[in-house]
């Protein structure tokens, strides 16, 4: 491989050779760091069965070292004006390749298929832009894509969030749909000064850890799904009242007895509610027609 992309001197380099200048649209914040990218990749769990799918490769500074850990690299970047960039950093790099796209877009299960077919498993490592991550997390998560690990780098709230249990005020919708895929791990914090230009918010790199099965038994994922976001609609509320908004007035009496029926609080809020509880909730009121 060649010569280290992350660092101040070479990152600077390369923008300036290219005359390359950052869009904060597309929330590129470029890592200048060695030991960011050592416990990123380490983090990964790659060898060379593995494959390594990078979202938003940038100039190559993360995609240089998957290269020497995984076998093959396939990286998706929107933005045209990096990929003639990309081709000559990781010109000495084969197991690469680079896709001109936007991931939110793609067809990924057919890229896993045609990119790492005969390897022993595939995981997402990537810094990611933070205006698209939930978005793009939730498409990794949904599509069921056959993946290991997601080991990404993302804001610090929304890792916190992601890696919250029950009880606090970071625990919500979005706790509860990481959790029922993945077994969720907060790898470190990480400071402003690691990236070219700085971002205005701290980061975290996160690593989620596909379960085999979901983390709880439901009848109807959709509604399962549903059903936490009318627990947390309104924060605030018990999920008698955010409950009752949801299956609509006429339908009020029923939801007391359900609720009693397994053993959850009426006067509970959402953020009280394990993901056990969601599905049991989800469960009595499908039993329910509601
Ligand atoms: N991996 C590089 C690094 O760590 O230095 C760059 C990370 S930067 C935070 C995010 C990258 O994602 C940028 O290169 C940006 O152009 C790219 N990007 C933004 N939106 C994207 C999308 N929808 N699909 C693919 N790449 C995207």
């Known amino acids: 491989a060649g010569v280290d992309v992350a660092s101040p001197k070479r990152t600077k380099d390369i923008i300036a050779r290219y005359g390359f200048t950052f869009k904060k649209s597309l929330g590129q914040n470029f890592l200048i760091d060695q030991n960011i990218l050592r416990n990123i990749v380490s983090a990964a769990e790659l060898d060379e069965t593995k494959g390594a799918l990078e979202i938003g490769p940038g100039i190559g500074a993360l995609t240089q070292k998957l290269a020497e850990a995984a076998g093959r690299v396939a990286a998706v970047e929107i933005d045209n004006r ?32 045609e990119q790492f077919a005969g390897l022993s ?5 990537a810094n990611l832009p933070y205006y ?26 929304v890792a916190q969030r992601m890696a ?32 070219i230009p ?14 085999d099965k979901p983390a709880v038994e439901v ?13 947390f609609a309104q924060r605030r509320k018990t999920i008698a009242n955010n ?12 939801l007391g007895p359900l609720l009693e029926g397994i053993g959850i609080d009426p006067s509970r809020r959402g953020e009280t509610l394990s993901l056990e509880e969601f599905a049991a ?9 509601l």
């Open 121 to 125: 498993g595939v995981s997402v490592v």
């Open 164 to 195: 919250a249990k029950p009880g606090g005020k970071e625990y919500g919708s979005l706790s509860v749909a990481v959790q029922y895929y993945c077994v969720p791990e907060l790898v470190c914090i990480v400071p402003h000064t690691v990236f």
């Open 281 to 289: 909730l989800s469960r009595a009121l499908l039993a329910a027609d």
């Open 132 to 157: 698209v991550t939930t978005p793009i997390l939730m498409k990794l998560l949904e599509e069921k894509l056959p993946l290991e690990h997601i080991v990404v780098m993302i804001q610090k709230e």
């Open 82 to 113: 990096l990929i003639p960039i990309l081709t000559d950093v990781l010109a000495d790099t084969p197991n690469v390749h680079v896709v001109h796209g936007d991931v939110l877009k793609l067809d990924l299960a057919k890229l896993l298929r």
């Open 198 to 211: 700085q971002p205005n918010v701290d980061s975290a790199v996160i690593k989620l850890s596909l379960r």
């Open 243 to 254: 409950l009752t908004a949801y299956v609509g007035k006429v339908n009020r009496e029923k």
């Open 219 to 231: 009848e109807d994922e959709a509604h399962f799904f549903q059903t936490v976001q009318a627990c």
